[in-house]
């Protein structure tokens, strides 16, 4: 089909795949599903399969890949902390040869978690002291955070929820999930809903369905919004039947959580692909990680995949606090650094906002390079890009 025919299809119904993609295996994913013996290749695409088998035991990753000392005390020693959990799919991406893969440092533990630094807490964002009511986050004056479930597809190592995320609840009781929308009822202020968790994309459609379908009626919620990782660890959760439900109460808004370009593969894409076809604006979130995505250029690849895939960069976030989270954390001049080399250098639309969530509880801080080089009542001295002055004269 030439580029003018397919402009020439309705918006809503170009791409809207109602059979199961035909996305061939990669090598690697074939691999990968050797380990599974009685899988298939529909098992392969069937997001629950991948759910069911998550690999989460010594033995089962020993298998894919030889462990290193450190990744093997890791996985041993984690006793009562986050534990290990990788679909499949994701688990595919790791290079089998290389401790140092990205995908790997993010999702196998290693030794350095158990050790705690002084100033690392278990709750760094003070999440537990704002919240009215269990699940809810009411921070801001005009919008509120709604951790709906405490169960994500993988357990990101250095995630800032790890006090509560774990295989424990995949949803929360009705009488929870009704006293939280009592309270947003109650609170006429409440426009902007964030249904995060753990991740509602594990959730089924016709758990998230009656969730948002409650806010959304709700008069002074404007709109609600998804944060979720799964788009990335676990792209066939995106599946035609989900996008066609978030459509039906648009305005929707997905922030995913996205760390490095090796993540946004032929799945991830085809998953973004469907999200915005259905009239999903998309922004990204970043971790800003020692030794995954802490220098320049690959910020800035990450950044620029992104916008090919329609999703708009939003925000990059310095590592939290959180306990064993020493070996993954920068100095805060790093991503003023990758900022300084963002801005100016890019599309302003490949630009985020580099944030630090004040440990305690303060919210998000945003961070930039300084750009004014002095200033008075009269003018400010102005620093470009490049480094050049310039000078603006304020009016009287
Ligand atoms: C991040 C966050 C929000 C949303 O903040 P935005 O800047 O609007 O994206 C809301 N509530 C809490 C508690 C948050 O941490
Ligand atoms: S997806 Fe989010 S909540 Fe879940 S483990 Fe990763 S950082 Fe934590």
Redesign the pocket.
């Known amino acids: 089909m030439n580029p003018v025919d397919t402009l020439s299809l309705p918006l809503t119904e170009h791409k809207i795949v109602k059979a199961k993609p035909k996305i061939k295996l990669t090598p690697s994913e074939k691999r990968v599903l050797k380990y599974f013996p009685d899988a298939t290749e529909i098992d392969w695409e069937d997001w629950r399969w991948q759910l069911r088998h998550r690999i989460k035991t010594k033995d089962v990753i020993a298998q894919m890949m030889s462990l290193t000392p450190q990744e093997e005390r890791g996985i041993g020693g984690a006793g009562g902390k986050l534990t290990m959990s990788i679909p499949p799919y994701f688990a595919s991406l790791i290079d089998p040869e290389d401790p140092q893969c990205v995908i790997r440092l993010q999702s196998v533990p290693l030794d350095n978690e158990l050790e705690v630094a002084p100033e690392e807490m278990k709750d760094p964002c003070g999440e537990d002291k704002n919240s009215p009511v269990h699940g809810l986050v009411h921070r801001y004056p005009d919008r509120v955070l709604f951790l709906v479930n405490e169960m ?1 597809a ?3 190592r250095y ?4 006090r509560m ?1 774990g295989d424990g609840k995949r949803t929360l009781s009705t009488a929870t999930y009704e006293a939280a929308f009592d309270y947003i009822r109650s609170h006429r202020e409440i426009r902007d809903v964030l249904i995060s ?3 509602p994309l594990t959730l089924a459609d016709s758990l998230l369905e009656y969730i948002i379908k409650n806010l959304k009626a709700i008069k002074h919620v404007e709109f609600v919004r998804i944060g979720s ?1 799964i788009p990335v660890t676990l792209p066939q959760r995106v599946t035609s039947e989900l996008v066609a439900m978030l459509k039906k109460y648009s305005p929707i808004w997905m922030s995913i ?1 996205f760390n490095h370009a090796k993540e946004i593969t032929e799945r991830v894409k085809y998953a973004c692909n469907l999200i915005a076809d259905h009239g999903i604006p998309m922004g990204s979130q970043t971790v800003l990680l020692k030794g995954i995505n802490d220098d320049p250029a690959t910020m800035k690849q990450l950044m620029h995949e992104l916008l090919k895939i329609r999703v708009r960069p939003y925000y990059i976030y310095q590592c939290d606090p959180i306990l064993g989270s020493r070996h993954f954390r920068t100095p805060i001049s790093v991503g003023i650094n990758i900022m300084k080399n963002l801005r100016g250098f890019t599309t302003g639309y490949a630009v985020p906002t580099f944030v630090i969530d004040a440990p305690g509880g303060g919210g998000k801080v945003p961070l930039s390079p300084n750009y004014i080089v002095s200033q008075d009542d009269d003018k400010v001295v102005l620093k470009n890009f490049a480094g050049d002055e310039y000078t603006y004269y304020n009016p009287d």
């Open positions: 994500c993988m357990y990101c995630c800032t929820r790890s995320v968790g753990g991740d990782r959580h």
